[in-house]
C-alpha cells in the first residue's frame, strides 16, 4: 500500500520569512514518530513517504498517489491537520488516520476529521490498523515497553529537505510539573540502552550529518546513563559540529557529567529555568529552588555552553516584575538565547484542570496555543499585558549590544549568527507589538 505521512506545520511556520530564519539559524530536523512508523510500515513492504510542512510546502498531487495518509498533530497544528485531512477527504476520499501529541488527548476531536484515531505511541499497533486488522475508530495504544525494540527512524523516506538529526533516547521525564504535556503522552519514563543509541549515532555519523538533536525532554534525568553514552559517544568518535539537549538545571551538580558534555561537545543546551519567583516554581511543582538557579548562575561562566534559557510567563504567582527580572537574570548569566513561553494550558495537565475548573479558559482555538498567544486569564495581569510583557521581554533581551559577550566567549560564527538572531527576533517582537496593540 502507499502511504504518505505529514506532520503540518503552523501558520506562522510556513511564511517565507520563518523559513528563511529557521534556515539561518541552524539545525532542523523532524519529528520521529512518522519516521519510526514509516520505518516499521516499510519492513512489512509498504511504499512509504513522509512530509515535514515546516521545511517546505507540501506537494499534494503528490501526497493524493498514496492510498492512505496519516497526519501527525500536536495541539498547535490541529488546525492545520484537520484542514489538510478536510482538503484531502473532500477531494480524493482516501482513507485517514490522524495520531499524535494532541490526538491523543482529543481522538473525539481527531476522528471528525479522519476515519481512525490513534492514541498514545502507535509502533505495536500501527501495522494492524493500516492493513484493517485493526478495525475500530479509536485505537487506544500502550506504551512501548523496550525502546530498543523500536526500528530506528528511516530518514530516507523523507521528502522534506532538513540538516539535522531528532534523536530520542529516551521518553518522559520522571518529574511531573503541571504544564508539561509530554510526562502525559510518555509515560512512564523510559530509557534506550547506550549500546542502542550507539548503534543509531553510527548510522547518522556515516550520512555525514553535522548537526544533531537530542529530543529527549530530559537528556541527563537518569546522569549516569547520559555518562555512559557520552564515553562512548567520545571513545567512538561520534562527535557531531553541534549538538543540542535539554536538560535541567541539576546537571550542574555533577562534574564528570558537564565535563563529558563539553568533550562530547553537546553546546546547546535548553534549560527550563520557568520563574525566578519561588511561588511559582511550586506552584508548577519544578522540585527546583531559587538557590539552584543561583547555584547554576555560578557554575555557567565557567563553561562554553549556547544555554537557552526558558521561561514560562503567566504563572498565578508572577507580575510584571517577574517578567522583567527574568531579562535581567537572562543577560546576567549571558543567555545565548531567552526563551519566554507564555503559559499555554494544554488539555491532560493539571494546569488546564485547574484553569477550566476556574473558567479561565479564553479559547480553545487551537491554533493559539503556540505558547505565543495568551490563551487563558492570568491572575495578577491583563492578558493584553502579558501578550505586551511578552513582546518587550524579547525587544529587551535582544538588543543590540547583545551579541559582543558572545563574540568573546563563544567566537566570531556564534557571535555574529547571534547578532543576526538578535536583529530578526527584535524586529519580530517589535511588527508583533504593533499588530497586536493595533487589533486590541
Ligand atoms: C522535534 C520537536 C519539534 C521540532 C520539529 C517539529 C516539526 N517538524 O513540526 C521543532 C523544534 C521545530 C518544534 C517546534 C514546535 N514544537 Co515541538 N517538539 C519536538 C519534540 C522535542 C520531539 C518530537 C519527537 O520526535 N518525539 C518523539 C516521537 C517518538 O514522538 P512523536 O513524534 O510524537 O510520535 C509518536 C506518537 O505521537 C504517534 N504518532 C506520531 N505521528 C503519528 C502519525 C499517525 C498517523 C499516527 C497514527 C500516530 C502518530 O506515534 C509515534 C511513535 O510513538 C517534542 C517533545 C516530545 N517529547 O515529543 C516537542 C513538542 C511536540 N513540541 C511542542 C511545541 C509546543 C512546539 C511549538 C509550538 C513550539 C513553539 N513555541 O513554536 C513548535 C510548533 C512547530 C510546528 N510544526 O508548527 C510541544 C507540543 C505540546 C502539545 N501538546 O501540543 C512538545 C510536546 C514539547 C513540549 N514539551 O511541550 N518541535
Ligand atoms: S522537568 Fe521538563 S520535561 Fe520533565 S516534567 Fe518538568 S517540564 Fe516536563
Redesign the pocket.
Known amino acids: 500500500m502507499k502511504i504518505a505521512?505529514i506532520?503540518?506545520?503552523?501558520d506562522i511556520?510556513r511564511t517565507f520569512s520563518y523559513r528563511l530564519a529557521?534556515k539561518f539559524y541552524g539545525p532542523?530536523?523532524?519529528?520521529?514518530?512518522?519516521l519510526?512508523?514509516g520505518s516499521i510500515l516499510n519492513s512489512s513492504g509498504h511504499n512509504v513517504v513522509v512530509y515535514?510542512?515546516?521545511?517546505k510546502d507540501i506537494n499534494f498531487r503528490k501526497v493524493e498517489e498514496a492510498d492512505l495518509i496519516?497526519?501527525?498533530i500536536?495541539?498547535?497544528?490541529?488546525g492545520?491537520g484537520y484542514e489538510i485531512a478536510d482538503f484531502i477527504k473532500r477531494k480524493t476520499n482516501k482513507r485517514i488516520?490522524?495520531?499524535?501529541?494532541?490526538?491523543?488527548?482529543l481522538p473525539q476531536e481527531a476522528l471528525e476529521h479522519s476515519d481512525?484515531?490513534?492514541v498514545?505511541?502507535?509502533?505495536s499497533v500501527?501495522k494492524d490498523?493500516v492493513e484493517g486488522k485493526c478495525k475500530e475508530e479509536i485505537v487506544y495504544?500502550p506504551a512501548?515497553d523496550n525502546l530498543d525494540e523500536?526500528p530506528f527512524p528511516n530518514y530516507s523516506l523523507l521528502k522534506s529537505p532538513y540538516n539535522a538529526i531528532?534523536i530520542?533516547t529516551s521518553?518522559?521525564c520522571p518529574y511531573h510539573c503541571t504544564f508539561?504535556?509530554?510526562t502525559r503522552?510518555?509515560s512512564p519514563y523510559r530509557r534506550r540502552s547506550s549500546e542502542n543509541v550507539i548503534k543509531e549515532l553510527k548510522i547518522h555519523k556515516k550520512r555525514g550529518l553535522k548537526y544533531l538533536?537530542i529530543?529527549?525532554?530530559n537528556f541527563t534525568a537518569d546522569k549516569e546513563r547520559a555518562k555512559e553514552i557520552l564515553d562512548k559517544m567520545i571513545f567512538n568518535r561520534l562527535i557531531f559540529k553541534e549538538t543540542f539537549f535539554?536538560a535541567r538545571m541539576d546537571m550542574f551538580d555533577d562534574p564528570e557529567l558537564i565535563g563529558l558534555l563539553q568533550k562530547a561537545n553537546f553546546r546547546r543546551v535548553f534549560i527550563g529555568i520557568e520563574s525566578l519567583n519561588q511561588q511559582s516554581l511550586k506552584y508548577v511543582n519544578k522540585k527546583q529552588t531559587l538557590t539552584n538557579i543561583e547555584q547554576m548562575r555560578d557554575q555557567l561562566h565557567k563553561y562554553k555552553f549556547k544555554l537557552i534559557a526558558s521561561f514560562v510567563i503567566g504563572l498565578d504567582y508572577d507580575d510584571i516584575d517577574d517578567i522583567q527580572r527574568m531579562v535581567r537574570f537572562s543577560k546576567e548569566i549571558n543567555a545565548y538565547q531567552m526563551q519566554p513561553?507564555i503559559l499555554?494550558p494544554?488539555?491532560?495537565t493539571p494546569i488546564y484542570d485547574q484553569l477550566e475548573a476556574e473558567g479561565r479558559i479564553l479559547t480553545k482555538d487551537w491554533k493559539k496555543?503556540?505558547?505565543?498567544h495568551v490563551v487563558f486569564q492570568p491572575r495578577n495581569m491583563t492578558a493584553r499585558t502579558l501578550k505586551n510583557e511578552f513582546f518587550n521581554s524579547l525587544s529587551t533581551f535582544h538588543s543590540f549590544r547583545a551579541p559582543w559577550n558572545d563574540f568573546k566567549n563563544l567566537g566570531w560564527m556564534d557571535g555574529m549568527k547571534k547578532m543576526v538572531f538578535c536583529v530578526v527576533i527584535k524586529f519580530g517582537a517589535t511588527i508583533g507589538s504593533i499588530r497586536f496593540l493595533a487589533r486590541a
Do not use: K, W
Open positions: 505521512f506532520t503540518p506545520a503552523a511556520r529557521d532542523r530536523h523532524p519529528m520521529t514518530g512518522p519510526i512508523l515535514e510542512e515546516l521545511f496519516g497526519i501527525n500536536m495541539t498547535s497544528t490541529a492545520r488516520i490522524i495520531g499524535g501529541i494532541h490526538a491523543s488527548v481512525q484515531v490513534i498514545g505511541e502507535a509502533e500501527i490498523v495504544a512501548v523500536v531528532n530520542m521518553r518522559g508539561c504535556t509530554t503522552m510518555f538533536c529530543q529527549d525532554d535539554y513561553q499555554t494544554y488539555v491532560g496555543y503556540d505558547m505565543m
